[in-house]
Protein backbone atom coordinates (compact mmCIF):
# COMPACT_ATOMS: atom_id res chain seq x y z
CA UNK A 1 0.00 0.00 0.00
CA UNK A 2 1.24 3.48 -1.10
CA UNK A 3 1.36 5.86 1.95
CA UNK A 4 -0.18 9.04 1.92
CA UNK A 5 0.56 12.63 3.19
CA UNK A 6 3.04 14.11 3.97
CA UNK A 7 3.36 12.73 7.41
CA UNK A 8 2.89 9.04 6.15
CA UNK A 9 6.18 9.31 3.92
CA UNK A 10 7.81 11.18 7.06
CA UNK A 11 7.42 7.96 9.41
CA UNK A 12 8.51 5.82 6.27
CA UNK A 13 11.59 7.11 5.58
CA UNK A 14 12.48 7.96 9.08
CA UNK A 15 11.45 4.29 9.89
CA UNK A 16 11.71 2.23 7.47
CA UNK A 17 13.93 3.00 4.69
CA UNK A 18 17.08 5.63 6.00
CA UNK A 19 16.48 5.01 9.81
CA UNK A 20 20.68 5.04 10.28
CA UNK A 21 20.88 7.95 8.25
CA UNK A 22 18.20 9.47 9.93
CA UNK A 23 19.82 8.75 13.77
CA UNK A 24 23.03 9.70 12.65
CA UNK A 25 21.66 13.11 11.40
CA UNK A 26 19.32 13.39 14.58
CA UNK A 27 22.72 12.75 17.17
CA UNK A 28 25.53 15.00 14.84
CA UNK A 29 22.62 17.95 15.60
CA UNK A 30 22.50 17.35 19.24
CA UNK A 31 26.40 17.35 19.38
CA UNK A 32 26.83 20.35 17.42
CA UNK A 33 24.25 22.11 20.13
CA UNK A 34 26.89 21.08 23.11
CA UNK A 35 29.59 24.43 22.99
CA UNK A 36 31.27 22.74 25.66
CA UNK A 37 32.19 19.48 24.40
CA UNK A 38 30.92 19.03 20.87
CA UNK A 39 34.29 18.96 18.89
CA UNK A 40 35.41 15.83 20.89
CA UNK A 41 31.91 14.09 21.44
CA UNK A 42 31.68 14.50 17.48
CA UNK A 43 35.19 13.35 17.35
CA UNK A 44 34.71 10.16 19.26
CA UNK A 45 31.32 9.39 17.09
CA UNK A 46 32.79 9.15 14.02
CA UNK A 47 35.99 7.18 15.01
CA UNK A 48 34.90 3.92 14.74
CA UNK A 49 33.38 4.61 11.63
CA UNK A 50 36.00 4.10 9.43
CA UNK A 51 34.61 5.23 5.62
CA UNK A 52 33.27 8.04 7.94
CA UNK A 53 36.78 8.79 9.05
CA UNK A 54 38.01 8.25 5.85
CA UNK A 55 35.85 10.98 4.24
CA UNK A 56 36.47 13.50 6.49
CA UNK A 57 40.07 13.59 6.12
CA UNK A 58 40.04 13.12 2.26
CA UNK A 59 37.59 16.01 2.18
CA UNK A 60 40.01 18.41 4.81
CA UNK A 61 42.73 17.32 2.53
CA UNK A 62 41.00 18.45 -0.85
CA UNK A 63 41.90 21.93 -2.70
CA UNK A 64 38.12 23.13 -1.43
CA UNK A 65 39.26 23.28 2.17
CA UNK A 66 43.00 22.51 2.80
CA UNK A 67 44.32 25.31 4.55
CA UNK A 68 48.04 24.91 4.97
CA UNK A 69 49.69 21.33 6.11
CA UNK A 70 47.18 18.40 4.93
CA UNK A 71 45.70 16.96 8.77
CA UNK A 72 46.70 13.20 9.40
CA UNK A 73 43.78 12.85 12.70
CA UNK A 74 39.94 13.86 12.67
CA UNK A 75 40.63 15.57 15.97
CA UNK A 76 43.06 18.31 13.73
CA UNK A 77 40.60 18.29 11.15
CA UNK A 78 38.04 19.64 13.43
CA UNK A 79 40.16 22.36 14.59
CA UNK A 80 41.21 23.54 11.15
CA UNK A 81 37.71 23.79 9.78
CA UNK A 82 35.68 24.18 12.93
CA UNK A 83 32.66 22.13 14.16
CA UNK A 84 29.74 23.50 11.25
CA UNK A 85 32.16 22.25 8.86
CA UNK A 86 33.23 18.98 10.14
CA UNK A 87 29.70 18.38 11.41
CA UNK A 88 28.20 19.23 7.44
CA UNK A 89 31.05 16.81 6.17
CA UNK A 90 29.70 13.99 8.42
CA UNK A 91 26.03 14.71 7.42
CA UNK A 92 26.94 15.14 3.04
CA UNK A 93 29.49 12.05 3.62
CA UNK A 94 26.43 10.03 5.46
CA UNK A 95 23.48 11.21 2.82
CA UNK A 96 25.72 10.03 0.20
CA UNK A 97 26.57 6.81 1.11
CA UNK A 98 23.25 5.75 2.47
CA UNK A 99 20.63 7.34 -0.89
CA UNK A 100 23.66 5.34 -2.82
CA UNK A 101 23.67 1.87 -1.02
CA UNK A 102 20.41 0.60 -3.14
CA UNK A 103 21.78 -1.51 -5.68
CA UNK A 104 18.23 -2.48 -6.37
CA UNK A 105 16.88 0.54 -8.22
CA UNK A 106 15.81 0.25 -11.67
CA UNK A 107 18.19 1.86 -14.33
CA UNK A 108 15.44 4.80 -15.18
CA UNK A 109 15.16 5.70 -11.12
CA UNK A 110 19.02 5.03 -10.08
CA UNK A 111 19.80 7.69 -13.16
CA UNK A 112 16.61 10.33 -11.95
CA UNK A 113 18.91 9.93 -8.37
CA UNK A 114 22.21 10.32 -9.59
CA UNK A 115 21.16 13.26 -11.67
CA UNK A 116 19.01 14.71 -8.58
CA UNK A 117 21.92 14.34 -6.09
CA UNK A 118 24.60 15.76 -8.49
CA UNK A 119 21.93 18.89 -8.91
CA UNK A 120 21.77 18.97 -4.68
CA UNK A 121 25.53 18.85 -4.50
CA UNK A 122 26.57 21.73 -7.07
CA UNK A 123 23.38 23.65 -5.02
CA UNK A 124 25.17 23.93 -2.06
CA UNK A 125 28.62 24.60 -4.00
CA UNK A 126 26.68 27.56 -5.57
CA UNK A 127 24.95 28.55 -2.58
CA UNK A 128 28.32 28.97 -0.62
CA UNK A 129 30.15 30.63 -3.51
CA UNK A 130 27.56 33.12 -3.03
CA UNK A 131 27.79 33.30 0.42
CA UNK A 132 31.94 33.89 0.24
CA UNK A 133 32.10 37.37 1.80
CA UNK A 134 29.85 36.38 5.11
CA UNK A 135 31.35 34.42 7.96
CA UNK A 136 32.69 30.77 7.35
CA UNK A 137 29.37 29.33 9.37
CA UNK A 138 27.41 31.51 7.20
CA UNK A 139 28.83 29.98 4.22
CA UNK A 140 28.69 26.45 5.71
CA UNK A 141 24.50 26.98 6.47
CA UNK A 142 23.29 28.10 3.24
CA UNK A 143 25.99 25.15 1.86
CA UNK A 144 24.21 22.36 3.70
CA UNK A 145 20.61 24.20 3.45
CA UNK A 146 20.75 24.29 -0.50
CA UNK A 147 21.97 20.86 -0.84
CA UNK A 148 19.46 19.33 1.48
CA UNK A 149 16.73 21.44 0.18
CA UNK A 150 15.30 18.81 -1.84
CA UNK A 151 16.49 16.03 0.03
CA UNK A 152 12.62 14.27 0.50
CA UNK A 153 12.86 13.82 -3.15
CA UNK A 154 16.27 12.13 -3.19
CA UNK A 155 14.87 10.03 -0.39
CA UNK A 156 11.92 9.04 -2.38
CA UNK A 157 14.03 8.00 -5.22
CA UNK A 158 16.84 6.05 -3.04
CA UNK A 159 13.72 3.78 -2.22
CA UNK A 160 12.90 1.81 -5.13
CA UNK A 161 10.22 -0.46 -5.22
CA UNK A 162 6.49 -0.48 -7.30
CA UNK A 163 5.88 3.27 -6.42
CA UNK A 164 8.90 4.72 -7.69
CA UNK A 165 8.70 3.42 -10.97
CA UNK A 166 5.68 4.28 -11.74
CA UNK A 167 5.86 7.66 -10.81
CA UNK A 168 9.18 7.80 -12.80
CA UNK A 169 6.76 6.48 -15.80
CA UNK A 170 3.83 9.10 -15.08
CA UNK A 171 6.98 12.21 -14.99
CA UNK A 172 8.67 10.57 -18.34
CA UNK A 173 4.91 10.21 -20.13
CA UNK A 174 3.77 13.51 -19.50
CA UNK A 175 7.30 14.76 -20.26
CA UNK A 176 6.79 16.95 -17.15
CA UNK A 177 9.52 19.92 -16.92
CA UNK A 178 7.61 23.22 -15.31
CA UNK A 179 7.67 22.48 -11.68
CA UNK A 180 3.79 23.07 -11.26
CA UNK A 181 3.55 20.02 -13.92
CA UNK A 182 5.74 17.76 -11.66
CA UNK A 183 3.96 18.84 -8.27
CA UNK A 184 0.73 18.22 -9.85
CA UNK A 185 1.47 14.37 -10.99
CA UNK A 186 3.34 14.06 -7.49
CA UNK A 187 0.71 14.89 -5.30
CA UNK A 188 -1.46 12.92 -7.20
CA UNK A 189 0.58 9.87 -6.70
CA UNK A 190 1.47 10.13 -3.26
CA UNK A 191 -0.59 12.85 -1.64
CA UNK A 192 2.32 15.33 -0.71
CA UNK A 193 4.44 17.56 -2.36
CA UNK A 194 8.50 16.82 -2.69
CA UNK A 195 8.63 20.13 -1.38
CA UNK A 196 6.50 18.93 1.79
CA UNK A 197 8.44 16.02 2.60
CA UNK A 198 11.55 17.79 2.30
CA UNK A 199 10.18 20.05 5.33
CA UNK A 200 8.98 17.19 7.30
CA UNK A 201 12.00 15.82 6.91
CA UNK A 202 14.18 18.98 8.11
CA UNK A 203 11.93 19.70 10.81
CA UNK A 204 11.68 15.56 12.39
CA UNK A 205 15.25 15.55 11.78
CA UNK A 206 16.60 19.03 13.62
CA UNK A 207 18.34 19.62 10.17
CA UNK A 208 18.93 23.72 11.06
CA UNK A 209 16.85 26.43 10.63
CA UNK A 210 18.42 28.20 7.40
CA UNK A 211 16.96 24.82 5.63
CA UNK A 212 14.12 24.57 7.65
CA UNK A 213 13.20 28.29 6.55
CA UNK A 214 14.21 27.84 3.06
CA UNK A 215 11.54 25.27 2.74
CA UNK A 216 9.06 26.63 5.01
CA UNK A 217 8.94 30.72 4.37
CA UNK A 218 10.46 30.63 0.76
CA UNK A 219 9.82 34.29 0.15
CA UNK A 220 11.63 35.58 3.25
CA UNK A 221 14.66 38.00 1.39
CA UNK A 222 17.24 37.36 3.67
CA UNK A 223 20.97 37.20 1.72
CA UNK A 224 20.89 33.49 3.39
CA UNK A 225 17.73 32.28 2.47
CA UNK A 226 17.86 34.11 -1.09
CA UNK A 227 21.22 32.28 -2.14
CA UNK A 228 20.10 28.82 -1.50
CA UNK A 229 16.63 29.09 -3.62
CA UNK A 230 18.36 30.17 -6.48
CA UNK A 231 21.03 28.29 -5.65
CA UNK A 232 18.26 25.33 -6.57
CA UNK A 233 17.10 27.19 -9.53
CA UNK A 234 20.54 27.98 -11.03
CA UNK A 235 21.88 24.49 -10.68
CA UNK A 236 18.60 22.72 -11.78
CA UNK A 237 19.26 25.46 -14.94
CA UNK A 238 22.33 24.44 -15.77
CA UNK A 239 21.53 20.73 -15.28
CA UNK A 240 19.23 21.51 -18.10
CA UNK A 241 20.33 20.78 -21.46
CA UNK A 242 17.45 22.79 -23.24
CA UNK A 243 17.16 25.23 -20.76
CA UNK A 244 16.21 28.59 -22.11
CA UNK A 245 18.67 31.25 -22.30
CA UNK A 246 16.80 34.02 -21.27
CA UNK A 247 15.66 31.88 -17.59
CA UNK A 248 19.31 31.58 -17.00
CA UNK A 249 20.28 35.16 -17.79
CA UNK A 250 17.70 36.41 -15.01
CA UNK A 251 18.93 33.72 -13.07
CA UNK A 252 22.35 35.60 -12.97
CA UNK A 253 20.99 38.71 -12.76
CA UNK A 254 19.70 38.13 -9.24
CA UNK A 255 22.94 35.84 -8.47
CA UNK A 256 24.89 39.14 -9.22
CA UNK A 257 22.32 41.66 -7.05
CA UNK A 258 22.32 39.30 -4.00
CA UNK A 259 26.58 39.26 -4.75
CA UNK A 260 27.28 42.42 -5.80
CA UNK A 261 29.56 40.97 -8.36
CA UNK A 262 29.32 41.75 -12.04
CA UNK A 263 28.09 39.21 -14.68
CA UNK A 264 32.12 38.11 -16.06
CA UNK A 265 33.26 37.89 -12.30
CA UNK A 266 30.53 35.45 -11.57
CA UNK A 267 30.54 33.70 -14.31
CA UNK A 268 33.98 32.68 -13.40
CA UNK A 269 33.07 31.91 -9.78
CA UNK A 270 30.57 29.61 -11.20
CA UNK A 271 33.23 28.34 -13.46
CA UNK A 272 35.17 27.58 -10.53
CA UNK A 273 32.29 26.08 -8.44
CA UNK A 274 31.71 23.51 -11.18
CA UNK A 275 35.42 22.47 -11.02
CA UNK A 276 35.68 22.44 -6.88
CA UNK A 277 31.97 20.39 -7.27
CA UNK A 278 33.08 17.46 -9.28
CA UNK A 279 36.62 17.81 -7.09
CA UNK A 280 35.11 17.52 -4.07
CA UNK A 281 32.37 14.69 -5.22
CA UNK A 282 35.62 12.45 -5.77
CA UNK A 283 37.01 13.36 -2.57
CA UNK A 284 33.45 11.86 -0.87
CA UNK A 285 34.36 8.83 -2.87
CA UNK A 286 31.10 9.91 -4.90
CA UNK A 287 32.09 10.44 -8.55
CA UNK A 288 29.60 8.46 -10.13
CA UNK A 289 27.22 12.16 -10.04
CA UNK A 290 30.66 13.91 -11.35
CA UNK A 291 28.91 13.08 -15.32
CA UNK A 292 26.06 15.00 -14.48
CA UNK A 293 27.59 18.66 -13.28
CA UNK A 294 27.27 20.77 -16.12
CA UNK A 295 30.87 21.08 -18.69
CA UNK A 296 28.97 23.86 -19.87
CA UNK A 297 30.55 26.47 -17.71
CA UNK A 298 33.90 24.67 -16.72
CA UNK A 299 37.26 23.73 -18.33
CA UNK A 300 39.34 20.64 -17.42
CA UNK A 301 40.80 20.51 -14.17
CA UNK A 302 43.74 17.81 -13.58
CA UNK A 303 42.78 14.89 -11.15
CA UNK A 304 44.86 15.92 -8.23
CA UNK A 305 45.67 12.94 -5.95
CA UNK A 306 46.32 14.39 -2.22
CA UNK A 307 48.87 12.33 0.09
CA UNK A 308 46.20 11.13 2.59
CA UNK A 309 43.86 9.67 0.02
CA UNK A 310 46.08 6.93 -0.68
CA UNK A 311 46.55 3.94 1.16
CA UNK A 312 49.69 3.90 4.27
CA UNK A 313 51.18 1.59 6.73
CA UNK A 314 50.30 1.12 10.25
CA UNK A 315 53.45 2.68 11.16
CA UNK A 316 53.33 5.72 9.20
CA UNK A 317 50.10 6.70 9.87
CA UNK A 318 51.33 6.71 13.37
CA UNK A 319 54.06 8.45 12.75
CA UNK A 320 52.14 11.26 11.25
CA UNK A 321 49.59 11.08 14.45
CA UNK A 322 52.85 11.27 16.87
CA UNK A 323 54.18 14.56 14.80
CA UNK A 324 50.65 16.07 15.01
CA UNK A 325 50.77 15.61 18.21
CA UNK A 326 54.51 16.91 18.93
CA UNK A 327 52.99 20.51 17.48
CA UNK A 328 50.02 20.35 19.58
CA UNK A 329 51.23 22.58 22.63
CA UNK A 330 52.46 25.64 19.77
CA UNK A 331 49.08 25.19 18.70
CA UNK A 332 47.29 26.82 22.20
CA UNK A 333 45.77 22.79 22.36
CA UNK A 334 44.27 22.18 25.69
CA UNK A 335 43.85 18.78 28.10
CA UNK A 336 41.05 17.72 26.10
CA UNK A 337 42.63 17.56 22.28
CA UNK A 338 45.71 16.18 23.68
CA UNK A 339 43.68 13.01 24.78
CA UNK A 340 41.62 12.85 22.10
CA UNK A 341 44.53 12.85 19.43
CA UNK A 342 46.32 10.10 21.46
CA UNK A 343 43.25 8.11 21.44
CA UNK A 344 42.98 8.68 17.85
CA UNK A 345 46.39 7.60 16.88
CA UNK A 346 45.96 4.56 19.57
CA UNK A 347 42.49 3.38 17.86
CA UNK A 348 43.44 3.96 14.26
CA UNK A 349 46.94 4.00 13.75
CA UNK A 350 47.59 0.52 16.10
CA UNK A 351 43.63 -0.70 14.59
CA UNK A 352 42.79 -1.58 18.21
CA UNK A 353 38.80 -2.16 18.40
CA UNK A 354 37.90 -0.56 22.05
CA UNK A 355 40.11 2.40 22.94
CA UNK A 356 39.48 3.90 26.18
CA UNK A 357 40.71 7.36 28.15
CA UNK A 358 39.82 6.42 31.91
CA UNK A 359 39.60 9.85 34.02
CA UNK A 360 39.65 9.86 37.53
CA UNK A 361 36.59 10.85 39.28
CA UNK A 362 36.92 11.70 43.32
CA UNK A 363 33.74 12.51 44.42
CA UNK A 364 32.64 8.45 42.84
CA UNK A 365 35.98 6.70 43.66
CA UNK A 366 36.35 5.29 40.67
CA UNK A 367 38.03 5.45 37.22
CA UNK A 368 35.40 6.90 34.51
CA UNK A 369 35.27 6.57 30.71
CA UNK A 370 35.60 10.27 29.56
CA UNK A 371 37.01 9.81 25.72
CA UNK A 372 35.89 6.27 23.99
CA UNK A 373 36.24 5.05 20.48
CA UNK A 374 34.49 1.44 19.92
CA UNK A 375 31.47 0.25 18.36
CA UNK A 376 30.03 -0.15 21.29
CA UNK A 377 30.39 3.33 22.90
CA UNK A 378 27.26 3.61 24.90
CA UNK A 379 27.32 0.73 26.37
CA UNK A 380 31.02 1.55 27.56
CA UNK A 381 30.25 4.80 28.44
CA UNK A 382 27.18 3.30 30.74
CA UNK A 383 29.17 -0.19 32.46
CA UNK A 384 32.57 0.68 31.97
CA UNK A 385 33.42 2.33 35.47
CA UNK A 386 36.15 0.66 37.81
CA UNK A 387 36.32 0.87 41.49
CA UNK A 388 39.95 2.86 42.74
CA UNK A 389 38.86 2.14 46.23
CA UNK A 390 39.37 -1.20 48.05
CA UNK A 391 41.52 -4.14 46.88
CA UNK A 392 43.89 -3.60 44.39
CA UNK A 393 43.10 -4.03 40.62
CA UNK A 394 44.86 -3.83 37.41
CA UNK A 395 43.73 -0.75 36.90
CA UNK A 396 44.64 0.84 40.35
CA UNK A 397 48.27 -1.19 39.46
CA UNK A 398 49.03 1.03 36.83
CA UNK A 399 47.84 4.30 38.26
CA UNK A 400 50.63 3.78 41.48
CA UNK A 401 53.05 2.48 39.18
CA UNK A 402 52.56 4.68 36.37
CA UNK A 403 53.86 1.92 34.07
CA UNK A 404 52.12 0.88 31.14
CA UNK A 405 50.94 -3.07 30.79
CA UNK A 406 50.38 -5.45 28.51
CA UNK A 407 47.79 -8.13 30.03
CA UNK A 408 48.41 -11.23 27.48
CA UNK A 409 47.03 -13.64 29.43
CA UNK A 410 43.99 -13.05 31.99
CA UNK A 411 44.75 -16.30 33.81
CA UNK A 412 48.23 -16.32 34.72
CA UNK A 413 49.09 -16.01 38.69
CA UNK A 414 51.07 -12.04 37.45
CA UNK A 415 47.60 -11.08 36.71
CA UNK A 416 45.55 -13.20 38.29
CA UNK A 417 45.15 -11.57 41.62
CA UNK A 418 44.62 -7.95 39.83
CA UNK A 419 41.52 -9.28 37.91
CA UNK A 420 38.13 -9.97 39.85
CA UNK A 421 34.98 -11.12 38.23
CA UNK A 422 33.50 -8.04 37.72
CA UNK A 423 36.47 -6.53 35.89
CA UNK A 424 36.74 -9.91 33.70
CA UNK A 425 33.33 -8.96 32.52
CA UNK A 426 34.61 -5.33 30.91
CA UNK A 427 37.92 -6.29 29.71
CA UNK A 428 38.63 -8.23 26.50
CA UNK A 429 39.50 -11.69 27.13
CA UNK A 430 42.00 -11.91 24.58
CA UNK A 431 44.57 -9.21 26.42
CA UNK A 432 44.53 -5.44 26.61
CA UNK A 433 46.89 -2.54 27.05
CA UNK A 434 46.61 0.14 30.12
CA UNK A 435 48.86 3.24 30.28
CA UNK A 436 49.22 6.51 33.03
CA UNK A 437 48.40 9.55 31.58
CA UNK A 438 50.34 11.93 33.85
CA UNK A 439 49.27 15.76 34.64
CA UNK A 440 52.06 17.37 36.49
CA UNK A 441 52.59 15.66 39.32
CA UNK A 442 49.59 13.33 39.40
CA UNK A 443 48.48 10.41 37.55
CA UNK A 444 45.21 11.59 36.61
CA UNK A 445 43.54 8.70 34.56
CA UNK A 446 44.59 5.94 32.11
CA UNK A 447 44.55 4.57 28.48
CA UNK A 448 42.90 1.74 27.49
CA UNK A 449 42.67 -0.78 24.74
CA UNK A 450 42.12 -3.86 23.43
CA UNK A 451 40.69 -5.67 20.37
CA UNK A 452 37.43 -7.03 21.14
CA UNK A 453 34.64 -7.06 18.83
CA UNK A 454 31.40 -6.53 20.48
CA UNK A 455 29.83 -7.60 17.37
CA UNK A 456 31.30 -10.95 17.21
CA UNK A 457 32.89 -10.46 13.96
CA UNK A 458 35.69 -12.35 12.54
CA UNK A 459 38.57 -12.19 15.15
CA UNK A 460 41.39 -9.55 14.50
CA UNK A 461 45.40 -9.65 15.07
CA UNK A 462 46.26 -10.82 18.00
CA UNK A 463 48.10 -7.99 20.13
CA UNK A 464 52.15 -8.06 19.04
CA UNK A 465 55.17 -6.28 21.33
CA UNK A 466 54.92 -3.40 17.93
CA UNK A 467 51.43 -2.54 18.89
CA UNK A 468 52.70 -2.13 22.68
CA UNK A 469 55.18 -0.48 22.01
CA UNK A 470 53.14 1.93 19.72
CA UNK A 471 51.08 2.13 22.39
CA UNK A 472 53.34 2.83 25.16
CA UNK A 473 54.91 5.63 22.70
CA UNK A 474 51.40 7.35 22.43
CA UNK A 475 51.27 7.69 26.08
CA UNK A 476 54.84 8.67 26.79
CA UNK A 477 53.97 11.43 24.02
CA UNK A 478 50.50 12.73 25.79
CA UNK A 479 52.80 13.18 28.79
CA UNK A 480 54.94 15.20 26.95
CA UNK A 481 52.39 17.07 25.35
CA UNK A 482 50.76 17.75 28.86
CA UNK A 483 53.87 18.70 30.44
CA UNK A 484 54.52 21.73 27.78
CA UNK A 485 50.98 22.73 27.82
CA UNK A 486 51.26 23.06 32.09
CA UNK A 487 54.45 24.94 32.01
CA UNK A 488 53.22 27.16 29.07
CA UNK A 489 49.90 27.54 30.08
CA UNK A 490 49.95 30.95 27.90
CA UNK A 491 50.82 29.38 24.30
Not at 131 to 152: C, H, K, P, S, W
Not at 278 to 299: P, W
Not at 375 to 394: M, T
Not at 428 to 448: E, M, N, Q, R, T
Request: glycine share 4%.
Amino acid sequence: MVPQGTRAWIERISEHELPALCSTIREIEKISKDDTSSLTRLGQAVLHDHALTTAILKVANSAGYMLHNPVTTVSRASVVLGLTRIKNICITAKMLSSLLKNRKLTPAVYERLLKLMAQSFHAGMIARMMMRDYEEDVQEETFIAALLNRFGESAFWSMGGPVTVELDKRLRQKQAVRPEEVEFIVRQALGTTFENMSLGLASSWNMGSVLISSLEEPELRTPELRSVNLAVRLSATLANPKHSRNELEKELAEAAEITQRDRWDLLSGLEECSEATVELLRSYGAGVLTRFISHDLISPTANKEYTLTEEISDQTLQLRILREMAFLPDEYADFNMVVQTALEGIHRGIRMGRTVIFLKSRERGCLVPRFISAPDYNQLKREFVVSIDGSANIFTHVLNSRQPVWVDNLNVPKWRAYLDSSLRQLVSKDGFFIAPIIWGKYCVGLFYADRNDPEGNAAQRELSEDDFMAFTLFAQQTTICLAVILKNPAR
